[in-house]
């Protein structure tokens, strides 16, 4: 049985990100895709919305950019923006050229608008744009014998040399449990891709619910990246609210056509806290909705579009009406029961415009990373955007390394270590500590926030951290052990990132402080024990014994 691989870029994720990366990647050398389940399992797979794009002559790069940026709350970097928003049509382009069809209309593709745009600008696969671009992608590199993909895998750390000089530490490559055989793999790499895709799943309720883990954020702050506005998680508005339906999101585009969303008695109520109505960023949106249902004791609120035609809704949403149609809302006649979840990671690995981090050969692309496209809040549609443009970038920026690698990599990572660790027969423990994260994080750090709620927030989850670094230590690992262990550490991030945040400023919304301040900063945060210390796996038996 092989658990020693190498390759020339490992890339930790199947997600748009991930692949699009691959892809790019394959004719510069060899490539390995980690993915934890099934290829076609992941959370692309479940955008609804589209792919924000300039497209029309009303429109503009110029206007996207300042959309963006009025959603990001003062929180985004500009210059990113522009780069990001500046080449949307070349990696619209690009997933078209792979066979990609987006709708199309008479004069051209439609396009649908949703919150924060002015204009109509999101192309889109009718409602089921994110599996359309997976299925694309994934046609490809399964096709494309440059790239060998490994599934039920999950990456345990990524792991660095070991130099004196933590700054000039560079990635080897990663060790990675096989849930088939229960066995540590080691895959050696001159470069590691990190496009884990978010945490949402560190709450109790989201759109998310499966590989949403926060890994990649994990892996990297343990190796001595610098993390960046974790504080930022974005709780979609719109969750189908019924207990057949599990954490089923209901698009966004649903209100930029016309969806209104109102009380159990038909009363709107979105004109009263922005101008905008249904069509206002998330968060303001996210925030109304929780308001509505604290005042008055609701369980949900309700997405009405009843007033559409009912071929306009049957061509525009099949698999939002068939999804409904199967626990028995018929949203041609029926109002939608809805709720806000956590769905995305605005926050993440603090990277530059060519997805590096601080750890030389180590790169982070999609939802695990901090560009400074999304600020304090997330445009909708930018999502994918960001995937596909980054995407290229990360692969241009390594194929120029490649070109020019001499370093020795193969040999370097010693096998994993089980001789002291045993197998437990307390699994137990792990469910029970997964469920009181998420709730401790749905209940502290929700979408409404306090210093007390921080602080409770922060000692339960002190706890639970040492309660799984004990287990960790002791007991072989298996995949809730690593999950919950890479929650743990990133529910800590944005406990801190909270705290450190005194002020209300987009996702994030404190009683303490409910006004925003001037001269706004991201929440940058820097590893403040060298993770060579006391992270690394291999030695993980060892340093149990230390005195601390």
Known sequence: MTLRFSTDVLVIGSGAAGLATALHLSSRGRVIVLSKDDIRDGSTNRAQGGVAAVSQPADSVDAHVRDTISAGAGLCDEKIVRHVVSR?????????????????????????????????RVLHVADTTGQAIATTLIN???????????????????VRADTPNRHAARTLGAYVYNAATGNVEVIEAKYVVLATGGASKVYQYTS??????????????????????????QFHPTCLYHPDARSFLISEAIRGEGGRLVLNNGERFMDRFDPRAEMAPRDVVARAIDFEMKRLGLECVYLDITHLPDKQIEQRFPNILETCLGVGIDIRRHRIPVVPAAHYTCGGILVDKTGKTDVEGLYAVGENAHTGLHGANRLASNSLLECLVFARSVADDIAKGLSNFRGHFLGDIPD???????????????????????????NYV?????????????????????????????YRVNGDLIELRNLIHVAELMVQAAQWRRESRGLHYTLDYPQPRTNPRPSILYPVVDPLDVLQPINRQRKQSKTR
């Open 208 to 233: 998310n619910p499966d590989g949403s883990t926060g890994d990649g954020i994990a892996m990297a702050w343990r190796a001595g990246c610098r993390v960046a506005n974790m504080e930022f998680n």
């Open 446 to 474: 929700g979408i409404v926030r306090t210093n007390k709620r921080l602080e409770r927030a922060a000692r339960r989850i002190g706890l639970l951290k040492q309660e799984v670094h004990d287990y960790y230590s002791n």
């Open 416 to 442: 994993w270590d089980e001789s002291r660790v045993t197998d437990s027969d307390e699994n137990v423990v792990l469910s029970h500590n997964w469920s009181e994260l998420r709730r401790c994080m749905w």
């Open 140 to 158: 490809r590199v399964t096709s494309d014998t440059k790239i060998n993909i490994l599934t039920k895998r999950i990456a345990i750390d990524v």
């Open 88 to 120: 949307a049509r070349q990696a619209i382009d690009h997933i078209e050229d792979l066979g990609l069809e987006f709708d199309q209309q008479d004069n051209g593709p439609h396009l649908t608008r949703e919150g924060g745009h002015t204009h109509r």
